[in-house]
């Protein structure tokens, strides 16, 4: 993995940020009514004396008070958007866009090209309009990770600007890096998570499949044969931890099978794939209850009543049949997609913070950001970070839940997320897109904008159809369409 962590600290060099104007200026641009129904921009002729004036303002980093600013002194800012709002709910009021509930969502996505007027797509799919199935199709679902987006928002962004190379700072399990492989598109992914790296690498790596192949099988019958030898049980007793962590969150049954996969991976090229294996097996065979898979808070040892499954259930108290089940699984994933990718594409990932990372050149990016206070996303991961020794940074996630919702951290939050985008405008081709995908509750996201220097063309809508249980309940999000403001 071309790890390039960048150990930079104290305060981000974000240009101007004290200085930088509140509203649309002269000589920069100024939201004005749409010919076709998208907000978009115009360059303004002169400076008049209220934008040498706004010029020197304090930025204080707060996108509530900034809004209120936009709305006083900007009022044709305010009333684009507002004529702009067609139908979308509640609290989404200054928002550019017109979300369609009418007819069939559009699901023909191979159909897309520069051409296709965005604002035509339904992208409110149902269930049946997008299963599952077709969400975590092939190595998308090689591995859990909570905070993922569809696969097929980012085959739509990606055909629309045809890129050369696309960028995603934020880049998770890997969904933009696996689309822009699958279009042959080359690709630069950067995360702080040391384990979302290895699943991305794991999941975009050229293989030679038959040695694959060999190499799953073979390590699968080791373990088995292993753990069916009469020797076994002085086997498991020397395979002992004294890593407190993995000691009270599993059986001493699993962990001994766990930790005996683990011994085996060292001996194989791809112990990179193993090591995935390993992780998704650990994380079903944890003493957790079925229904809280995602953050469980403390290890479940005795029988308790499944929400999930509605009858008693026992903790598990191995860890095989995980590690039997997800290897051959993995194994057919990755085989689906060697089948559907096109075979050139380049693909980079970088182990760092995307504030201050180093990149090559790109002309288009795709993302969606953490969300302030939400996901710990290093700790959704905790049992591979233990159970492979990868370093934790959970301090350098921005937003993440424990640093919480205060507005402290929601300044903070602000303040990283624009050090983020100015570092992209950096290595951003002239009139590059960016593409954000995020639910922008705090409308924070139009000043990060012009404050990075980018100018906000769309802002498209979306219905977030969400599953049952704990996390059902209605949820919008927004796709956010800026270009490089040259
Ligand atoms: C919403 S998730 C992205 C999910 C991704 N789109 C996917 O489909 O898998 C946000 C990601 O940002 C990462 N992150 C948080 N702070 C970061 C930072 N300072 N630099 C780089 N990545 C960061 C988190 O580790 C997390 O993986």
Redesign the pocket.
């Known amino acids: 993995m071309p790890n390039q962590p960048k150990k930079k600290k104290g305060k981000s060099k974000l240009p101007k940020a004290k200085t930088t104007p509140l509203s649309p200026q002269a000589g920069q641009r100024k939201l004005t009514r749409p010919r076709n129904g998208l907000t978009e921009t115009k360059k303004t002729p002169g400076r008049s004396k209220r934008d040498v004036k706004q010029k020197s303002l304090t930025v204080d980093n707060d996108p509530q008070k900034h809004r209120l600013k936009i709305e006083e002194e900007s009022p044709e800012y305010v009333i684009t958007q507002r004529d702009l709002f067609g139908n979308g709910h509640e609290g989404s009021k200054r928002l550019g866009y017109s979300p369609t509930y009418n007819g069939a969502p559009f699901t023909n996505f191979r159909s897309i090209n520069t051409l296709t007027d965005l604002t035509a797509l339904n992208l409110n799919w149902r269930e049946a309009d997008l299963p599952e199935k077709e969400r975590t199709k092939h190595v998308h679902r090689l591995h859990p990770?909570l905070?993922?987006?569809i696969p097929q928002l980012v085959e739509i962004f990606l055909r629309k600007f045809a890129p050369k190379a696309v960028y995603?700072?934020?880049?998770?399990?890997?969904?933009?890096l696996v689309e822009a492989k699958a279009l042959g598109i080359d690709a630069i992914g950067?995360?702080?998570?040391a384990f979302?790296c290895l699943l991305m690498k794991v999941k975009t790596d050229a293989y030679d499949l038959r040695k694959l192949e060999h190499e799953i099988r073979d390590s699968l019958d080791r373990l088995n044969s292993d753990l069916k030898q009469s020797l076994f049980a002085d086997r498991r007793e020397s395979k002992r931890t004294d890593n407190a962590y993995l000691q009270r969150w599993f059986h001493p049954n699993a962990l001994a099978e766990l930790l005996l996969y683990r011994e085996l991976l060292r001996d194989y090229d791809y112990s990179d794939v193993l090591k995935v294996i390993l992780s998704r097996a650990a994380r079903s065979a944890r003493l957790t209850t079925h229904f809280d898979l995602d953050f469980p808070k403390h290890p479940q040892t005795e029988p308790y009543h499944c929400y999930k499954h509605s009858r008693t259930c026992q903790p598990t108290d191995n860890a095989l049949q995980f590690l039997n089940r997800y290897a051959l699984d993995t194994l057919h994933r990755i085989k689906e997609f060697a089948r559907n990718a096109k075979p050139n594409n380049k693909t980079v990932i970088i182990h760092?913070?995307?504030?201050f990372v180093d990149l090559p050149c790109f002309d288009l990016v795709v993302?969606?950001?953490?969300?302030v206070g939400l996901?710990d996303?290093?700790e959704q991961h905790r049992y591979a970070y233990e159970l492979l020794n990868l370093p934790l940074q959970a301090d350098?996630?921005?937003?993440?839940a424990f640093k919480g919702n205060s507005e402290r951290a929601r300044k903070n939050y602000c303040r990283?997320i624009a050090d983020?985008f100015a570092n992209v405008r950096r290595h951003l081709k002239r009139s590059g897109h960016v593409v954000v995908?995020v639910n922008d509750k705090n409308d924070l996201y139009d000043y990060v904008a012009q404050q990075t220097g980018f100018v906000v063309q769309q802002r498209l809508k979306r219905h977030v159809n969400r599953r049952t249980g704990r996390r059902s309940g209605d949820f919008f999000e927004e796709v956010l369409i800026w270009r490089r403001n040259d």
């Not at 700072?169 to 890997?174: V, Y």
């Not at 760092?352 to 504030?355: K, L």
């Not at 350098?396 to 993440?400: D, K, L, Q, S, T």
Request: aromatic share 14%; charged share 20%.
């Open positions: 990770y905070g993922k987006y995603d700072p934020f880049a998770g399990s890997g969904t933009t950067s995360d702080v998570s979302n760092g913070d995307a504030r993302t969606s950001p953490p969300y996901i996303y290093h350098v996630e921005i937003g993440a990283e983020v995908v």
